[in-house]
């Protein structure tokens, strides 16, 4: 393919947008995916960070694919901002249809990745992902990361419950705080556990609050 976008003034890059357009078109080509547009950007001498540099790739953009007559397009873009949104100016962000976002548990290149997507006509909530390596199919699983972390807090906290009952609010944020659980995971788990009746709470002294499993 030619070696740059059209329309973009740079002392590397003049091709005219007809030479991508003709090459897409006579590929019979529908869809369109940018892999990805910081390093584009960068070669082209543009700062993603600049709203208006990255307006005028993106408008360029647009106008090859509307001369090739390529109805579908997906852009790719490096997360940046705490790995909660995409990185540069919000002009990357207020372009699109539709924003998926595809972020992982943590830093671990092995945990688990969640997919989301909202925008026009488009409202995914956070899901994970699944994959299945000798099927080579991926699928949404369901449960946000929010949800399976209050989850696994949920389950530590039945545990510790079955053998210790009888703990009191107190007791039980000391213990989040040496958990492996953040304590906001934790009180939501406690949360939904009595409202679901998993868990009962008494009065104890002091008005203090104590839990136990409804089983117990």
């Known amino acids: 393919m030619p070696s740059g976008p059209s329309g973009i003034s740079s002392p590397k890059y003049h091709s005219p947008c007809a030479e991508w357009a003709k090459l897409l078109a006579d590929a019979g080509a529908t869809t369109v995916v940018l892999d990805c547009i910081g390093p584009i950007l960068a070669a082209l001498g543009l700062d993603e960070n600049k709203a208006a540099e990255v307006g005028r790739f993106l408008a360029t953009f647009e106008q090859l694919l509307a001369e090739a007559g390529v109805p579908e397009s997906f852009v790719i873009h490096h997360m940046g ?23 992982r548990q943590d830093d671990s290149p ?6 989301s997507a909202y925008g026009r006509d488009v409202d995914m ?5 699944d994959y299945d390596p000798l099927t080579r199919h991926l699928w ?13 807090a949920r389950a530590a906290l039945i545990e510790i419950l079955a053998d210790e009952p009888g703990l009191s609010g107190n007791a039980i944020e000391k213990w989040s705080g040496t958990a492996s659980h953040s304590r ?4 939501e788990a406690l949360r939904s556990a009595v409202a679901d009746g998993a868990i009962v709470v008494a009065s104890g002294p ?3 609050r104590i839990y136990s499993l409804a089983t117990q």
Do not use: F
Not at 90 to 99: C, H, I, K, V
Not at 125 to 129: D, N
Not at 142 to 152: D, W
């Open 81 to 103: 901002h705490d790995a909660e949104r995409s990185r540069g100016a919000s002009r990357l962000r207020d372009w699109p249809d539709a924003e998926w976002r595809l972020v």
């Open 110 to 115: 092995a945990s688990a990745r969640y997919l």
């Open 125 to 129: 909530p956070e899901s994970r992902l």
């Open 140 to 152: 949404a699983a369901g449960g946000s990361r929010k949800t399976e972390q209050v989850g696994a």
């Open 184 to 187: 906001a995971a934790v009180r």
């Open 206 to 208: 002091r008005n203090a």
